[in-house]
Each structure stands twice: as structure tokens, then as C-alpha cells.
């Protein structure tokens, strides 16, 4: 038997360790990005554009191919932020996007 703390998990309906608890609940707030081909996205990461795109706002095209460094994730499943030259603030979606 350990010395582990239980606690109720209200959503379970079970007793569980406190520190499993804790592991579950911290999994659950974390959002999985996943680029156009499926691969997980991490901030920090490469990626290409696999179509072209208009920024609206900034009155040019992105074009397909174009390389984006350094990604940082957002707390939606579906936007990447990112840096480009002569854009600020640029967010891209997932789904034109492929890891490299």
C-alpha cells in the first residue's frame, strides 16, 4: 500500500491518486495541432504553405512553398501564430500548413 493521497474525480466518478489526478488534468489542457498531412505540431517547428494565400490586410499573396520559422501554437486546435517578413500578427491555419 502506498502513501499516495487519494481524491475524488468528479468527472470519473472514481478515487484515484492524487498525483494521477493531477497528470490527467494537466493532459487535458493541452490542444494537439496537427498540419494538413496529419504530422503534430509543436511551437518552434517549420513549416511550408501547400497553397497559396492572400493576407488580407497586407495587400499580398503568400505563396505555396513558402517557408514559416518558428511557430508558436495558440490555444485554438486549428491557428498557428507566426512571423513573417513585412507581416505582424500573421495567423495561418493548420490545414495549409506542412511540417518540415
Known amino acids: 500500500?502506498?502513501?499516495?493521497?487519494?481524491?475524488?474525480?468528479?468527472e470519473s466518478g472514481e478515487w484515484m491518486a492524487?498525483?494521477?489526478?493531477?497528470?490527467?488534468?494537466?493532459?487535458?489542457?493541452t490542444v494537439e495541432v496537427r498540419d494538413a498531412v496529419?504530422?503534430?505540431l509543436t511551437d518552434g517547428d517549420q513549416v511550408?504553405?501547400?497553397k497559396?494565400?492572400?493576407?488580407?490586410g497586407a495587400?499580398?499573396?503568400?505563396?505555396?512553398?513558402t517557408l514559416i520559422k518558428s511557430i508558436r501554437l495558440t490555444g485554438d486546435a486549428q491557428e498557428i501564430d507566426c512571423r513573417f517578413d513585412g507581416i505582424k500578427g500573421?495567423?495561418?491555419?493548420?490545414?495549409?500548413?506542412k511540417k518540415r
Open 52 to 56: 497559396d494565400l492572400e493576407v488580407k
Open 18 to 29: 492524487a498525483s494521477a489526478l493531477a497528470a490527467k488534468q494537466a493532459a487535458a489542457g
Open 38 to 40: 496529419g504530422n503534430l
Open 90 to 97: 500573421l495567423v495561418l491555419r493548420a490545414e495549409f500548413v
Open 59 to 65: 495587400g499580398q499573396t503568400l505563396k505555396r512553398g
Open 48 to 50: 511550408t504553405l501547400i
Open 1 to 10: 500500500m502506498s502513501d499516495d493521497d487519494y481524491v475524488y474525480d468528479e
